[in-house]
């Protein structure tokens, strides 16, 4: 089990204090995690891995994000999980006057309905199914959300920046 696993089975917001709420049992006595060597072998794992904004699979993680509609006022959902998706998202985020019709593959008019709020709130952080915001699943800027070819100010720091 992740850490991130754990903390959401334990249903504890614990700002990444896990290692405190892991209890061992060390020659019959219980012993928080942290106060034994078992913590050594993940710590070595967790150096060799994927570093920041990574999920299991190593890939960089986004979460989802919402696009209003300028004809009938609606967010739609974004899902940031390619290159691909994530230019979709930035482009709709660069028109002003975006609308549902223009969602390339889902086929979304007006007349369909908004996501229901309850629905809205799972914005697919890899830590916290209902996360506001955390440095797992919020990104600013990365060779999949940033790109060479748009003129953009953000895009254009981020290209100039990476080649440094």
């Excluded at 070595?44 to 509609?69: I, L, M, P, T």
């Excluded at 223009?102 to 908004?114: G, L």
Aim: net charge positive.
């Amino acid at each position: 089990m992740t850490p991130a696993a754990f903390e959401k089975h334990s249903g504890r917001e614990t700002a990444r204090k896990w290692k405190n709420n892991v209890w061992v049992i060390v020659n019959g006595e219980k012993v928080p995690l942290s106060k034994t060597v078992l913590l050594k072998y993940y710590n070595q794992a967790s150096k060799n891995g994927n570093g920041s904004h990574r999920s299991n699979n190593g890939r960089v993680c986004h979460r989802d994000e919402f696009v209003r509609c300028s004809k009938c006022n609606k967010e739609r959902r974004f899902r940031l999980r390619t290159k691909e998706e994530c230019r979709i998202h930035h482009d709709a985020l660069a028109v002003a006057n975006w609308k549902c019709a223009d969602m390339p593959f889902d086929k979304i008019t007006c007349d369909d309905d908004e996501e229901r709020a309850s629905r809205r709130v799972y914005r697919g952080c890899t830590r916290s199914p209902t996360c506001k915001g955390c440095t797992s699943c919020v990104c600013f800027g990365c060779e999949i959300c940033r790109f060479s070819d748009c003129s953009c100010q953000t895009c254009t720091d981020f290209t100039r920046n990476a080649k440094v």
